[in-house]
């Protein structure tokens, strides 16, 4: 059966960073765009990143944009999110989803068919 797996999340100071993997499972990791969305507190799911299946392009939230970056390990079924420059308001769980919708469509979670547990992100100032 499908997995998605995260790991890396963890408690940060304001202008620090984190790197979150995401192992997948049981499908053929390759053939499907892969996103990254958040929670936070109070609030709904919020796109963060998407990357397709090549990993040949990406889009960004906009408060998210030039400070994440997503990137992709075929060989290794990964995907990873790099986060530089953490704010308190990107404090939520973050989760990897495996995405259907069309490009550039991505941004949408009603478009997620699978979805990992979640691994939570704390900055504090």
């Known amino acids: 059966q499908v997995q998605l797996v995260e790991s890396g999340g963890g408690l940060v100071q304001a202008g620090g960073s984190l790197r979150l993997s995401c192992v997948a499972s049981?499908?053929?990791?390759?053939?499907?765009?892969m996103a990254w969305f958040r929670q936070g507190p109070g609030k709904e799911r919020e796109f963060v990143a998407a990357?397709?299946?090549?990993?040949?392009?990406?889009l960004y939230g906009d408060s998210v944009k030039g400070r994440f970056t997503i990137s992709r390990d075929n060989a290794k079924d990964m995907v990873s999110l790099q986060m530089n420059n953490l704010k308190p308001e990107d404090t939520a769980v973050y989760y990897c989803?495996?995405?259907?919708?069309?490009?550039?469509?991505?941004?949408?979670?009603?478009?997620?068919?699978?979805w990992g547990q979640g691994t939570q992100v704390t900055v504090f100032s």
């Open positions: 990357i397709t299946r090549n990993g040949g392009s990406t």
């Open positions: 989803a495996r995405q259907m919708a069309l490009w550039p469509r991505v941004t949408t979670p009603d478009g997620a068919d699978y």
């Open positions: 049981g499908y053929i990791f390759s053939r499907y765009t």
